[in-house]
């Protein structure tokens, strides 16, 4: 579906079909390693010749050297890595004990945190999490209350005793992932015994390094009208942001990963993705959308050197949604 916004530059509106439910759960099978060698706080893992970066999705063989990818994602994050040194058994630090990896590169992003880590602790063993230093504290405040020790390590090589490495599935979510996450979530965050009003929410990132929406200030001359409140997820604890979104009736927000939390929304919350190019995070969130959220729409504003969105074009859009009910 197309938008004219009025100087005749297209916007692009599309909405996210449903998607068949009980398709085959793919395994996010955790690897299990004695004594391997890793390093803080870019997470590489290494035990002899055999690598694993961003948790399991990039492997490499030292010892195979025509085994390994010669082109793709996982040529170019493992040839950046290995312009720098790698952990080696004469300079790590014993850990004794059993753990779980916490770390690659991105883990520091909410996305990352219910997609690659969350799924794999709530299917393992509740041993220790190994952190970096610079995680997240509201990630590890978090964690604890639900039931898991944290270590954070300093920056060096470490060598535990036992170790638990994430998997990775080619696709970040599918139906078990999201209702294992969905229980996970009424269980750790109890749902308030007394009903409570639904809100509409527009998630701003102005407080993030990029992707936000530099025009912010004028779109919400529109939130009196249709009764949005402004929300910034950082200043909210997790509890907080969870029980929020359980209330949602429309969330509104650029492309970014507090829309994760939609995980919590009912399933007939009206969500808008406002991403600077279509293209944005490769439609991560179309796929999880399409599992529980029908009512999923996407705007492309106009083309501008900056992340902008025409107020007009949200005031149709949201004058359709008041209308549709």
């Known amino acids: 579906m197309s938008l004219a916004c009025e100087n005749a530059e297209p916007a692009t509106l599309s909405r996210s079909a449903p998607e068949p439910l009980g398709a085959p759960v793919p395994?996010?099978?955790g690897l299990r390693l004695e004594r391997p060698l890793v390093s803080v706080p870019d997470g590489l893992v290494r035990q002899g010749g055999q690598l694993w970066y961003h948790f399991q999705r990039f492997s490499w063989t030292l010892e195979r050297p025509e085994a390994n990818p010669r082109s793709g994602e996982a040529f170019r994050h493992l040839q950046w890595r290995l312009a720098e040194p790698l952990p080696t058994e004469s300079i790590a630090r014993?850990?004794?004990?059993a753990y779980h990896w916490g770390m690659h590169p991105h883990l520091n992003s909410l996305y990352h945190f219910f997609c690659?880590?969350?799924?794999?602790?709530l299917s393992h063993p509740r041993q220790p999490v190994l952190i970096r230093p610079d995680w997240p504290q509201e990630f590890e405040r978090f964690l604890s209350d639900c039931g898991w020790q944290t270590r954070r390590l300093e920056v060096g090589t470490w060598q535990p005793d036992e170790l638990w490495i994430p998997g990775h599935s080619a696709l970040d979510w599918e139906e078990g992932k999201v209702r294992q996450l969905q229980r996970f979530l009424q269980q750790c965050v109890p749902v308030s015994p007394q009903p409570e009003p639904a809100v509409r929410?527009?998630?701003s990132r102005r407080k993030a390094r990029?992707?936000?929406l530099l025009n912010e200030a004028a779109l919400e001359l529109l939130w009196d009208r249709f009764r949005l409140q402004t929300v910034c997820l950082e200043d909210?604890?997790?509890?907080?942001q969870v029980r929020l979104m359980r209330r949602a009736q429309w969330v509104i927000a650029p492309h970014g990963a507090g829309l994760v939390q939609v995980l919590s929304a009912p399933s007939s919350c009206?969500?808008?993705?406002?991403?600077p190019v279509c293209k944005s995070g490769g439609g991560c969130f179309e796929r999880l959308f399409r599992l529980r959220w029908p009512r999923h729409e996407v705007l492309v504003p106009p083309k501008r050197p900056d992340f902008t969105c025409p107020p007009e074009l949200?005031?149709?859009i949201l004058t359709r949604w008041e209308v549709e009910g």
């Open 27 to 29: 395994e996010w099978e």
């Open 94 to 97: 014993r850990l004794p004990g």
């Open 116 to 121: 690659d880590l969350l799924p794999h602790l």
């Open 201 to 203: 929410l527009y998630l």
């Open 210 to 212: 990029r992707r936000h």
């Open 236 to 240: 909210l604890s997790m509890e907080e």
């Open 270 to 275: 009206r969500i808008l993705e406002i991403r």
């Open 314 to 316: 949200l005031e149709r």
